[in-house]
Structure formats: structure tokens, C-alpha cells
């Protein structure tokens, strides 16, 4: 799985010093993907919903996302942007497939 697109989500916290960001990926995705997320923070994965839905929380980086689709969102507090490198170095190492 890839990331082709980084985009600014329209849904801001900016108030509160939380910006978003939609990660475009090149697949939807599935179970084995959403698992290997798990260490990027506190996990919790709802996969018995008819749309399974999975956050992971840390300190200063929430994820969220749903099951068959191509995009997650990430939202970071302002002064801990680096969080999202984190989250594209985790992707493209490969270690999510």
C-alpha cells in the first residue's frame, strides 16, 4: 500500500491547535492494512460493524479511518507536526502489507 496524496482536510480544530489531513492511498483498505497500524498508538478497531471503523490515539496524533476506503485522516496538534512523518514512514517502509 501507498500514499499518492496528502491533503489538508476541510474539517479543522485550528481553534484548538488540531489540524487534519487526509493520506490518499492507491488501494482501499483492508483488515491486514488497519492491523499493522497498531503501532503508532492506542488502537481500537470496530470490525464488526457493517462500515468496520478504527482510530488509534497518542499523545499529540489521532488516526481515523474506515474499512474499504482509500484514505485515513490524521490530526496532529500544531507543534507536533512530525507526528505525520511517523505515519508515512510507517506506510512506506512497507511494513503495512
Request: glycine share 6%; proline share 3%.
Amino acid at each position: 500500500m501507498k500514499i499518492i496524496d496528502k491533503i489538508a482536510s476541510r474539517e479543522r480544530c485550528a481553534e484548538a491547535g488540531w489540524y487534519a489531513w487526509d493520506f490518499i492511498l492507491d488501494q482501499p483498505m483492508d483488515d491486514a492494512f488497519i492491523l499493522s497500524l497498531r503501532p503508532l498508538g492506542s488502537f481500537v478497531y470496530l470490525s464488526m460493524l457493517s462500515k468496520p471503523f478504527f482510530k488509534i490515539e497518542s499523545d499529540y496524533r489521532l488516526i481515523k479511518g474506515l474499512r474499504g476506503d482509500n484514505f485515513f485522516r490524521v490530526a496532529v496538534h500544531d507543534a507536533y507536526r512530525d507526528k505525520l512523518a511517523e505515519v508515512e514512514a510507517l506506510v512506506s517502509q512497507g511494513k503495512t502489507e
